[in-house]
């Protein structure tokens, strides 16, 4: 057994022998909200929007972008499970910032027929911004759920609004 493994075994056991009430918690989150992220592990969406258990919805991938799968999980967050309000929050110092799909692709010797949209962007807030028009835009996503663009800073911890894509997403 890894380390890891152990350790995150040893973490389930003690976490689960406090569960206590937490089994009573519904799948449809109690706030009616949703947060899509990036997966950066400097980003905590419990901590830095104030949430506990049962609170939102927080789908996480890489860069935080409203890919395909994004809408998927936010649409059944919205219809399914009655969230009405969207938070999309990039962040500083983002991956997907520093490197081009080129650049990815070449780091896994893609031929062209495995060609993936890594969804990178050279510029944080004009991405965020496109991600809340794609969002606005999509046929399913009724003008009713209101949409907001955030920037996290990594070195403050701030949530900071872009006002443009809030403006959109309203």
């Known amino acids: 057994m890894s380390k890891i493994l152990e350790e995150v075994i040893v973490s389930n056991k003690a976490y689960a022998s406090s569960f206590g009430k937490k089994k009573d918690l519904n799948a449809a989150p109690s706030r009616k909200f949703a947060i899509l992220t990036c997966m950066d592990a400097r980003l905590d969406p419990a901590k830095f929007a104030g949430l506990s258990e049962g ?22 967050s919205y219809k399914l499970l009655g969230t009405n309000e969207w938070f999309i929050v990039h962040h500083t110092d983002c991956g997907l910032e520093k490197f081009s799909n080129e650049d990815i692709d070449k780091k896994f010797n893609i031929q062209s027929k495995d060609k993936i949209d890594w969804l990178t962007f050279k510029d944080n807030k004009k991405s965020l911004v496109e991600d809340v028009l794609k969002l606005r835009n ?14 996290y800073d990594c070195q403050s911890g701030n949530l900071i609004e872009v006002k443009e894509a809030t403006d959109i997403g309203a």
């Open 55 to 76: 609170d939102a919805h927080v789908i996480r991938n890489a860069g935080g972008r409203v890919s395909e799968d994004a809408i998927r999980s936010l649409l059944i």
């Open 138 to 151: 999509h046929s399913l996503v009724p003008s009713s759920i209101s949409i907001y663009g955030y920037i």
